[in-house]
């Protein structure tokens, strides 16, 4: 049955004056007066009915109409009328649309008329457009819950925030495949179902008649610039085993689907390359319903579904996130075992109820210094979360140890290499921190910031390696700050500062290694008569001085004073990048020596400490001693545990100390990730 346009029974139809909302999609169809016309349309995409080549000589009118499911939408300028017999006049400035909601049955089965008329009223001719509406919808877990779901609006756009949309997309850097050389991303195929579940789904919806999609193909696409990034495979049954074929990635843009049928195409998606310098981490895919008028010919497209995913960015933890296994490497050899540092550890381990896993000799090649060697970060999507370890360019005996023992099942990897080689000692994670989530301004870091030491900004020196700063900015979530470590001999930010957690107003303090302090407890000292206090008693070889002797040594405190300036230059910056006042920071008493033009730890450097819960092990500092007590250990203890934090002191002197590190940078820890997720923050 026809409808006229007008009539409220069937057929909708819609008037609208110029400038009205235009669809982000439609596709024109030729008129004609001569033979009818035939199409297809995506369902709830316009079809603009191209008129103007066939309007009859003498025509001064027309209307339209449609069957049932078709609606009709007039568009025209303010000045145009529909004239008293419902009819429009033939002014150039209208246009027909149609649009179509509900998908055909059988081909053909939706039907306009566009009848012209004289000056008499008398019919001239009459054009005839048949259609066949389908629907083609390629969708994602747009609204990041786990699920897929259908018919999303603005697909193609991705926003952050609690409100935000658009799908995530994982990196596959771990290892679920037995035998695998390297990263799941590296393999081509699909070796196990756990891989699977590293990927995120992304389903091709069709639905029409059979008939129609044997003359139009459907193709899914990727950009070149995408195509490296991401790896698409094809869920396929074969004899009721599935088969995952590789369709999209590296080296393949486009993948023309066969056999396709009203139902559902499942692809699985993987990503290959996290956000970095030139990758936003947004990827496109496309999936387009082609007119292909001859078999060998390109097609033309008549709609595309785009939707848009994000790679999920590698997030680091902070020492408020809770530990979940210790790393620290076992040395036997040589004439620095770490034995008496390995049971203190231990004793540590146990007061935290912490996992502790000791690395062999043989396996970490006689390096010490696992910290400076990888960060534990994890990357995760609303499907799936796991750990994923960044290996540093620094490449010393641990050099291969992150790869060849800690990828696996779940724990991905990812490094970052400067491309001439040119490293240097803030290329060590030791030299690579992150806060507790903070509020700057009024600005939200649920996730915190990364700490990076760096020279003073207008100066040159030593720098951690561009790929390296490139990647942790390029990550977003946790806007990194650089501060200024370059006046330390190793150079690294854990000699100088840490963060602790606080079970009070702010959730946690910033410790600060501190001249002033240690030379306000030894005066202190000095005046209660015992500047005659040793420090290092019973330790071989070390030089013993006391108090007064200490407090004597201009040299040194001269040496102190160029360190305390530069550690309150630090001190301002973090106050202004992380939004503390004096009440969030906690002065460390610690004293260093120059050498040269830079600056070792006196002695053991108690900001350097490894943070497991309440529970801190800090390096023996080997105080004077006070009434049998170091009265450096007892002013630590003063200072923190009133927060509802317990002090073990654990002896690195020989093992770490003189060797120029400390218990952090002898230990790693793997933490829990955020309950916060990063996509609703907003960088």
């Known amino acids: 049955m026809l409808v006229y346009l007008q009539s409220q029974a069937a057929a909708s139809f819609t008037c609208s004056r110029r400038p009205r909302h235009i669809m982000p999609q439609r596709h024109v169809v030729q008129m004609s007066t001569s033979h009818a016309s035939y199409g297809v349309c995506v369902l709830g995409t316009e079809v603009f009915l191209n008129t103007r080549r066939c309007t009859p000589k003498g025509a001064t009118s027309f209307d339209v109409h449609a069957t049932s499911a078709v609606t009709v939408h007039i568009t025209h300028s303010p000045m145009t009328k529909p004239m008293i017999n419902s009819r429009w006049p033939l002014d150039p400035d209208i246009e027909v649309v149609v649009t179509i909601d509900v998908t055909s049955r059988t081909v053909n089965d939706n039907k306009v008329k566009i009848s012209y008329y004289g000056r008499e009223d008398n019919e001239l001719s009459v054009a005839w457009l048949y259609l066949t509406c389908v629907d083609v919808s390629l969708d994602v877990d747009l609204s990041r819950n786990g699920r897929v779901k259908s018919k999303g609006k603005d697909k193609a756009k991705w926003t952050w925030g609690p409100d ?15 035998g695998a050389g390297g990263t799941d991303s590296g393999q081509v195929d699909i070796r196990t179902t756990a891989d699977l579940q590293d990927m995120s789904v992304m389903l091709l919806r069709t639905q029409g008649p059979s008939a129609i999609f044997a003359e139009y193909q459907v193709v899914l696409h990727v950009s070149e610039s995408d195509a490296d990034k991401v790896r698409v495979f094809h869920a396929i049954r074969r004899d009721s085993h599935p088969h995952y074929k590789p369709v999209l990635g590296p080296g393949k843009l486009s993948y023309v689907l066969d056999d396709v049928d009203s139902g559902e195409n499942t692809f699985y998606v993987e990503g290959l390359a996290f956000p970095d310098l030139g990758f936003s981490g947004l990827v496109s895919f496309s ?25 999920a960015p590698w997030i680091m933890t902070p020492n408020t996130q809770q530990p979940l296994e210790v790393f620290v490497c076992s040395i036997q050899q040589g004439s620095d075992p770490n034995k008496v540092f390995l049971e203190g550890l231990q004793v540590l381990l146990r007061k935290a109820n912490c996992k502790l896993t000791i690395c062999s000799e043989v ?12 960060e534990f970060g994890y990357v995760e999507a609303p499907h799936k979360t796991f750990p994923v370890v960044f290996d540093s360019p620094r490449n010393r005996g641990l050099k291969d140890f992150a790869f060849k023992k800690i990828l696996g099942p779940d724990f991905g990897y990812v490094t970052r290499e400067p491309p001439r080689k040119d490293i240097s000692s803030l290329d060590s994670f030791g030299n690579l921190d992150v806060s507790p989530p903070v509020t700057v301004r009024g600005k939200e870091y649920p996730l915190g910031r990364i700490l990076i030491g760096s020279p003073l900004p207008w100066a040159s020196g030593r720098r951690m390696s561009k790929a ?27 000699e100088f500062l840490t963060f602790v957690p606080a079970y009070d107003r702010k959730g946690f303090r910033l410790l600060l290694a501190s001249p002033n302090a240690c030379y306000k407890l030894f005066k202190e000292k000095q005046g209660q008569g015992h500047g005659e206090a040793t420090q290092l008693v019973g330790m071989k070889s070390a030089e013993r001085r006391s108090i007064d002797e200490i407090l004597a040594d201009e040299l040194l405190k001269n040496d102190n004073k160029h360190v305390q300036r530069c550690i309150d230059w630090n001190r301002d910056l973090l106050k202004q990048e992380l939004g503390l006042n004096e009440q969030d920071i906690i002065d460390i008493p610690q004293l260093f020596i120059m050498k040269g033009s830079r600056a070792d730890a006196l002695f053991p450097d108690m900001v350097n400490m490894l943070v497991l819960g309440r529970h801190l092990g800090i390096p023996k500092p080997f105080g004077p001693l006070v009434g049998g007590q170091c009265c450096l250990e007892e002013r630590v203890r003063a200072l ?12 690195d002197y020989f093992s770490y100390h003189v060797l120029s590190g400390d218990v952090h940078c002898g230990t790693n820890v793997r933490r829990k990730p955020f309950a916060f997720k990063w996509w609703h923050m907003v960088p």
Do not use: M
């Not at 935000?164 to 037995?178: I, K, M, T």
């Not at 292909?292 to 785009?306: A, L, R, Y």
């Not at 396996?363 to 990888?374: A, G, K, M, V, Y």
């Open 287 to 311: 999936a387009s319903l082609l007119e292909v008028p001859h078999k060998n010919s390109p097609g033309t497209p008549i709609f595309t579904d785009t939707v848009v995913f994000r790679v």
């Open 363 to 374: 396996e970490t090649r006689s390096d010490r210094w696992i910290q400076d060697e990888l």
């Open 640 to 651: 923190l545990e009133p927060l509802g934090l317990t002090c073990t002191f654990i002896d």
């Open 164 to 178: 935000g949309q658009g799908a995530v997309l994982l990196v596959n850097c771990d290892r679920d495949s037995p």
């Open 468 to 494: 390296v700063r490139d990647f942790l900015y390029a990550q977003k979530v946790q806007a990194p700050v650089e501060i200024y470590s370059e006046w330390l001999n190793v150079g690294h930010v854990d």
